[in-house]
Structures are given as structure tokens and as C-alpha cells.
């Protein structure tokens, strides 16, 4: 078993009652914010390394750092082969700020995106135009209802109802 899959077999498909779900995710979240507060802390600095030295460096068990890069992978300017990954495959943490603070609001991460290690990286105007931009992504607009007695849309002029409306 691959360490991504058995990062997703104890985060997801593990028995897990309410109470240790949220401990579990608790911690995780805790260190993950962690991890992020050093990384945007020296955002001109590559991090790179194998996962066992990346765990190390930010002091972390392995299966959390797969956990991580499993999280940011969909960030990175190039993602790393998180399938295949073993405790001395080389990754890097190369990560495109804007996509990585877009993707930490699609997920509803507010003690990410709120860190105050944006303010240098991102200025509020950007980092307001992205959130913005990803709560709308999710909006669905409908289109506008054809009445019964209007025109058909197809140009047959005859009425909706009895042209392509007559079935619907």
C-alpha cells in the first residue's frame, strides 16, 4: 500500500465515531497550519526534499506530510507524484499564491487564508478579487424561464406551448 493510500485509509475509511474524527482533524488542521505558517513565512525560499526530510524539517510524522501534499498538490506550479509516493521520493513545494489562496478559500480553510503571512506575499486587493472569485465560481445562475404564451426560442414563431414547449 502506498503511503497516499494509506494516508486516505486513517484520514477517511477508518471507523471513526464523531468524537475522534474531530480530535483527528483537529491535530491535523493544527499542524497543517503549521506547515503553512512556515512556508509562506519564507515565500522566495524553494522547499524541497524527500517526504521523510520534509516531515523532519517541519517536524511532523510522515503520514502527515503525505497528508499535506496530498492537500497542496492541486497548487503547485508542479505537482508531485503523490500516487506513487514513498518516504524518499523527492518532492517540491513550489506553489503558485494565487492558486494555492483560491483553492484554500474553495475549501473553506479560513485559519489558512487568514494568516497573516499573506499580507506579504498577496495585497488585500488580489486576495480580495480571488476570494471573490471563488465564492462566485460556485454560483449557479438560471436562465431566463420561457412563459407559456411567448415566442418559441427555436424561431418557428409559433407559441412556446405549442411548439417546443407542447411535451415539457
Same mark, same amino acid.
Given at each position: ?93 513550489? +506553489?503558485?499564491?494565487? %492558486? /494555492?489562496?483560491?483553492?484554500? =478559500?474553495?475549501? #473553506?480553510?479560513?485559519?489558512?487564508? *487568514? ?15 480571488? +476570494?471573490?472569485?471563488? %465564492? /462566485?465560481?460556485?454560483?449557479? =445562475?438560471?436562465? #431566463?424561464?420561457?412563459?407559456?404564451? *411567448? ?18
Amino acid at each position: 500500500m502506498s503511503l497516499l493510500e494509506t494516508w486516505r485509509e486513517l484520514a477517511y475509511n477508518t471507523e471513526m465515531n464523531q468524537k475522534q474524527a474531530g480530535t483527528f482533524w483537529g491535530t491535523y488542521f493544527n499542524l497543517e497550519k503549521g506547515i503553512y505558517e512556515k512556508i509562506l513565512s519564507n515565500p522566495n525560499e524553494p522547499v524541497k526534499g524527500t517526504v521523510k526530510a520534509l516531515a523532519e524539517k517541519f517536524e511532523v510524522e510522515p503520514l502527515i506530510m503525505v497528508g499535506f501534499l496530498d492537500g497542496i498538490n492541486d497548487s503547485l506550479k508542479v505537482a508531485n507524484p503523490i500516487e506513487e509516493m514513498e518516504e524518499d521520493t523527492e518532492v517540491s513545494l513550489d +506553489y503558485d499564491p494565487e %492558486k /494555492l489562496y483560491y483553492n484554500m =478559500v474553495g475549501c #473553506k480553510a479560513d485559519w489558512l487564508y *487568514e494568516l497573516p503571512q499573506w499580507d506579504s506575499i498577496l495585497d488585500e486587493e488580489t486576495r480580495k478579487q480571488l +476570494y471573490k472569485k471563488q %465564492k /462566485l465560481s460556485g454560483t449557479v =445562475v438560471k436562465g #431566463k424561464k420561457i412563459g407559456r404564451n *411567448e415566442p418559441c426560442p427555436c424561431g418557428s414563431g409559433k407559441k412556446y406551448k405549442n411548439c417546443c414547449g407542447k411535451n415539457a
